[in-house]
């Protein structure tokens, strides 16, 4: 059940209308039920996952405090659970397990729903428990619902222990966060079934036949991956707390208009905000903290952990561990040029300034993004390579048209230049929109406009998985 | 206005907006003469040959070269990327509006068993719902669209990004008054002249070959399809054109299957061709890709075909192709 199917829309209107009518100490009963039935219909193991994960975490959580081996043993749980999670679906192999009558995989039960995310609010609440920042939480009901709360079990956000549980039981829905849930989900609704899954095959064919690309043939690919995955993991995010908005929740943030940051670090402050301020509060600052002598070198030190981490979260693999060393290589770059661009910022106006910057950090990621997108290092390499021979041959335009057309003539191209308009339109008007979506009044135009839009527009028969589901 | 008259009027306005593009979408749709489903319905091709099956027919077998030896009319039914099911449905359009022809070839080789090879295109048929035989195929090879279409303009929205371009071109075509399609007696040369290093691709995908898997569903209909066309008396023949002689190095069950397609034949006493002893077989620069020929291996199996289709009609005997 992925959240743009039809059967998942059935099934949030289904829980928002009964949440609404029971009675708020029954509604975290509901939702823990609609929760493991949802990760339940994905697949059983991911059910078990959940729930034996919880228990063990609440359980260490219980008997943590002033016990350093419980709580070491807690988070190597947990970061084992993550690693174990990648390599299994780096190499898509398994474990066989029999046993008399009983034969088990090991591969389907640690490929579960979420895993990689709820793994790092577990890590989280045991530090905040630890530490005495957090009371261990008495309700086990409760601690499994902030792990397998279904908006956001899927892809997140990661939610620290004291942004999730308090709303527990303080659980109020309005009429105007209904309004406010309804419209930022029909927004999320739209970013993914008429942007991002409409610019998946030019993305498909770019990457996965592109054996003889040309120069600017690579970098469109990597440019609509860029996009691509911005309107797919940050639509994905609007519906996950429009839904959680409608259910009585406030999750948090996690898009703050990425593709308009003018510098690497501040492209990091709005991308992926929950999980990068996730790494920040508990890899980068306590390794900061503790090489502060260092200055610099310490900050250095930090990117580097985080990232490495980082991109052992995303998965194992050259690829993905490449990805990160190019991010660690654009902060580092920031970081000891920083003086030098500040003078640099008051020279020319600063419209250009912001415009520079806002295209070469577009560049930067998007480069980056081969490495995350290719499925394998040689693959990424001759990508990289088309960049820097033959960048921009005569006839390019049919060239790039032509493997987009897999037997549909001008089909594949009239979709390809309506998604293209559509991803623009969308980008430039982008602020103005989310202040709709995110207003708590029901919007006739905007309703009106985004549902018809998304029928007239939107990929509804085989609707692409959100990219974000894999980690 | 209050929030509940807000609301009311948004779900009003949309769902008569959806209602009307589903009624502006059909009839542009049925309009459109370059869609076969809706050309054969239209249109009065009333032909003595048809081709059909996937691309395979769609690119290889040119009724203009063959009517000029054959001295009859043929129509090119096919369509790429077909399956049983989706001829199925061509031919009970085209027979609803025309007389039906003497002869009907029909494209079947293993890979047309096989579900991994083409498919049901159900956006080709979302103008024609309502159609109780369309409606029951659509249930059986679609049953997740089947379920949805009852909810406006859904039937369309479903396959949008496949059907949005020929509504408008639907619109056009009625705006300008045409009528006939830009491929006129239904065969398309094919884009793509050169070899498409599919059989290498596949080599690397399946280093020790590749077993062919047999599918119920398209079994069901490639009978139904003889069926029908026997219904209306028309003498069917399945055929192969020529396949790519070192690609069956790779297919290890292609024998048993093609004696599997031989059985369904007998079965229904129509004849099943194969066109694979003729040279053009033999050389890869006559093809590609294994089982698409190239425009002058397609100029060569079509003389063949169409000295066939003649020893067929005049003489009733057959007549080998070159070997």
């Known amino acids: 059940m992925i959240f743009n199917s039809l059967i998942f829309l059935c099934f949030v209107v289904v829980t928002v209308i009964i949440n609404y009518l029971l009675p708020e100490r029954f509604r975290s009963f509901f939702l823990l039920f609609c929760s493991l039935a949802f990760i339940g219909y994905y697949n059983i193991e991911s059910l078990l996952a959940v729930l034996v994960f919880s228990l063990f975490t609440f359980y260490i959580s219980r008997n943590i405090r002033g016990n350093r081996l419980l709580y070491i043993a807690g988070i190597l749980l947990n970061a084992y659970a993550v690693i174990m999670f990648n390599y299994f679906f780096a190499t898509r192999q398994g474990f066989d397990f029999s046993y008399a009558a009983i034969s088990f995989n090991v591969n389907s039960f640690i490929i579960a729903l979420g895993l990689s995310f709820y793994a790092l609010q577990n890590i989280s609440y045991l530090t905040e428990v630890y530490f005495g920042r957090w009371q261990p939480e008495l309700s086990f009901k409760n601690f499994v619902l902030y792990n397998s709360f279904f908006p956001k079990v899927v892809s997140g956000p990661v939610m620290l222990p004291r942004e999730f549980m308090p709303q527990i039981d303080r659980n109020v829905i309005t009429h105007e966060r209904l309004a406010a849930g309804f419209n930022r989900f029909l927004l999320g609704l739209f970013k993914k079934m008429v942007l991002a899954d409409r610019l998946a095959p030019a993305v498909h064919s770019i990457f996965d036949f592109g054996d003889a690309n040309c120069g600017l043939t690579t970098l469109a690919g990597a440019y609509l991956f860029t996009i691509q995955l911005y309107f797919d993991f940050s639509g994905y995010t609007d519906m996950a707390l429009g839904i959680a908005k409608m259910l009585g929740y406030d999750l948090k943030e996690n898009f703050n208009l990425p593709l308009r940051a003018s510098s690497v670090s501040e492209f990091w402050r709005r991308w992926h905000i929950s999980l990068i301020s996730w790494f920040t509060a508990y890899v980068y600052y306590p390794l900061v903290y503790r090489l502060r002598s260092y200055k610099k070198a310490a900050a250095v030190a930090g990117i580097l952990a985080t990232f490495l981490i980082s991109g052992i979260w995303h998965g194992i693999g050259i690829t993905f561990f490449l990805w990160a060393c190019c991010h660690i290589a654009y902060l580092c770059f920031e970081l000891l040029t920083k003086r030098m661009r500040s003078g640099l910022s008051e020279k020319p106006s600063y419209l250009f300034y912001k415009l520079a910057g806002i295209f070469i950090v577009f560049n930067a990621v998007s480069f980056s993004n081969i490495f995350f997108r290719s499925g394998s290092l040689s693959s990424a390499l001759l990508m990289i390579k088309s960049l820097f021979s033959d960048f921009f041959p005569a006839g390019w335009l049919h060239d790039f048209i032509a493997p987009l057309a897999v037997g549909g003539h001008q089909v594949d191209e009239f979709n390809f230049y309506i998604s293209i308009f559509m991803a623009a339109a969308f980008l430039l008007f982008e602020r103005r929109i989310n202040r709709i979506a995110n207003s708590g009044g029901f919007s006739f135009y905007y309703t009106t406009a985004c549902v018809l839009l998304i029928f007239l527009l939107g990929i509804f028969s085989n609707g692409e998985r959100f990219i974000y589901m894999q980690f | ?323």
């Open chain 2, 1 to 323: 206005m209050n929030t509940v008259k807000k609301i009311t009027l948004s779900v009003a306005i949309i769902l008569l907006v959806l209602a009307g593009l589903s009624r502006l979408y059909d009839f542009a749709l049925r309009h459109n003469a370059n869609l076969k489903a809706a050309y054969v319905q239209r249109a009065k091709i009333d032909a003595e040959i048809l081709f059909h099956g996937p691309c395979e027919p769609l690119w290889m077998i040119s009724p203009a070269m063959l009517d000029s030896q054959t001295h009859v009319r043929s129509y090119n039914l096919a369509l790429s990327h077909s399956d049983f099911a989706d001829n199925y449905l061509h031919l009970y359009f085209y027979l609803k509006h025309n007389k039906a022809p003497k002869l009907m070839f029909l494209y079947v080789t293993p890979e047309s068993m096989d579900a991994n090879y083409n498919t049901f295109n159900t956006y080709r048929f979302a103008a024609f719902t309502g159609d109780p035989v369309v409606d029951s195929v659509l249930k059986e090879c679609d049953p997740g669209y089947a379920k949805w279409t009852a909810f406006p303009f859904m039937k369309y929205a479903w396959y949008s990004s496949k059907i949005n371009f020929d509504a408008l071109q639907g619109l056009k075509h009625y705006l300008q008054h045409r009528t006939v399609p830009y491929y006129a007696d239904g065969y398309e040369p094919p884009l793509q002249v050169v070899w498409d290093n599919h059989l290498e691709e596949f080599i690397q995908l399946y280093p020790h070959g590749y077993n062919f898997e047999w599918n119920k569903l398209r079994e069901k209909y490639l009978c139904k399809t003889i069926a029908l066309a026997r219904q209306y008396g028309i003498e069917v023949v399945l055929y192969e054109s020529p396949v790519l002689k070192e690609a069956l190095l790779y297919q290890p069950n292609r024998r048993e299957i093609v004696k599997r397609i031989k059985g369904i034949a007998d079965a229904y006493g129509v004849e099943y061709v194969q066109f694979d002893k003729m040279k053009i077989a033999e050389s890869r620069k006559y093809f590609m890709s294994t089982l698409n020929l190239n425009m002058e291996g397609a100029r060569i199996f079509t003389d063949s075909l169409g000295k066939y289709i003649s020893g067929r009609l005049y003489y009733n005997e057959f007549i080998r192709p070159h070997l």
